[in-house]
């Protein structure tokens, strides 16, 4: 019986599995001095063979701010891609294959990323992202 899992919750500007060089962006549409990043949230840890599912709880700025990502063997970590100019908390509810739910709160951290450097910057136009 798990009471805990041993999971973390993760967000990045890079593509997670790939060499951190790129991160992507576009100028948001009616702002055009406020650029907009494209990361990455998903889960680590030892008991992700145990998830179901997990609902990351966006800021309610975000339309549909509470989404749901099954953990599929073509999305193992429970990978959710969004579009943001800013830092927030995420709220977390990971589903294990028991049904229970285990919950998180994740302090965006990808800032840092962008502080270090040493990457290039890709722009995307806003209809390419709308996708992800």
Not at 3 to 20: A, C, I, M
Not at 23 to 46: C, H, P, S, T
Request: glycine share 4%; net charge positive.
């Amino acid at each position: 019986m798990i009471s805990k899992l041993d999971l973390q919750v993760k967000d990045t500007v890079f593509e997670p599995g790939s060499p951190p060089e790129v991160v992507y962006y576009q100028d948001e549409d009616d702002n055009a001095n406020r650029r907009l990043y494209k990361v990455w949230i998903f889960l680590e840890g030892m008991d992700l063979p145990y998830v179901a599912s997990v609902t990351y709880q966006l800021h309610p700025t975000f339309p549909n701010p509470n989404r749901t990502v099954r953990r599929t063997v073509t999305n193992c970590n429970c990978q959710l891609i969004i579009w943001t100019w800013g830092l927030f908390k995420i709220k977390v509810a990971v589903k294990d294959k028991n049904g229970r739910i285990h919950e998180f709160v994740h302090d965006m951290k990808y800032d840092a990323e962008l502080k270090q450097g040493g990457f290039k910057l890709k722009k995307v136009e806003a209809a390419a992202s709308r996708a992800s």
